[in-house]
């Protein structure tokens, strides 16, 4: 029998955040627990420190063992081979990335998050160089891949058609400078929830995470959501969807609550 609804995962950017102890740690915890606390209250973690260097094999063995069944990581690909002027020549950056140990996340590894600076105008021969070097497979697994950008000149319906060719989806950034881009191009969806606020202890007041809860299940299902910007007209094919959503905003500190809020919503 065909499935009603794809998964949705919710969580936030990272684990290690002083902050959060005695706010969403217990203030006795220890450091080396936060990762089992953190995934035992959430559904997904999107993992930042490997945008900014290479993980060893044990860290990705560690984080795996940590975390119960059904839990999934996001990973940020690193930051070498997005930020360059010449995106077709990252294939080094990119294998090294790969070669790094990152399938010893075993069934807890879900997407890589390509993340591209905000002075990274649209060049579409340039973009789909990049989406070429993305490996479809790895020793076996099938692998997935989201990119965000954050540039006004990827709101061009080229864009979502070039990324349609290669099945790969385009983050939707709830933010206030990037660009929100709804377009389904993929066979999940991810979004970045990035206007929460410290001033709330919910992060987001009730009402803006029942809709949100609401456009994540819309996805899920199939459908997409009326009240989100695309850049094209185009729909897609109405099936199933793994949804990721992730609640990370400039202070973070109530992000753990927003996350924890959406979960229970859409349970």
């Known amino acids: 029998m065909a499935k009603k609804a794809g998964k949705i995962h919710i969580g936030i950017g990272g684990w290690t955040f002083a902050p959060w102890r005695g706010v969403f740690y217990p203030e006795k915890l220890t450091q080396a627990k936060e990762l089992e606390y953190a995934a035992s209250h959430l559904t997904s973690i999107e993992i930042n420190g490997t945008y900014y260097g290479s993980q060893k094999p044990e860290s990705f063995r ?18 070498f081979a997005t930020n360059r002027r010449v995106l077709a020549e990252a294939g080094d950056s990119i294998k090294r990335f790969y070669d790094s140990g990152l399938l010893e996340l075993g069934d807890r590894l879900g997407p890589v998050l390509w993340q591209f600076a905000p002075t990274k105008k649209f060049d579409e021969a340039d973009f789909g160089g990049f989406l070429e070097l993305l490996p479809k497979k790895l020793d076996g697994r099938e692998l997935r891949h989201v990119v965000e950008v954050r540039h006004d000149s990827f709101c061009t319906p080229a864009f979502p058609a070039l990324l349609r060719r290669f099945g790969v989806p385009v983050v939707f950034a709830e933010h206030s400078t990037y660009p929100a881009i709804a377009d389904v191009t993929g066979d ?55 949804v990721f959503a992730y609640v990370i905003h400039e202070g973070k500190v109530n992000a753990p609550a927003g996350a924890m809020e959406l979960i229970k919503r859409v349970e």
């Open 188 to 242: 999940f969806v991810y979004a970045r929830l990035q206007t929460g606020s410290d001033e709330i202890k919910t992060c987001y007041p009730p009402k803006a995470l029942d809709a949100w809860a609401k456009r994540l299940e819309t996805w899920a299902s199939g459908g997409e959501p009326t009240d989100l910007p695309r850049v094209d007209k185009t729909l897609a094919k109405k099936t199933p969807r793994d």
């Open 62 to 79: 560690k984080w795996a063992r940590e975390v119960p069944d059904g839990f999934v990581f996001s990973v940020k690909g690193p930051r």
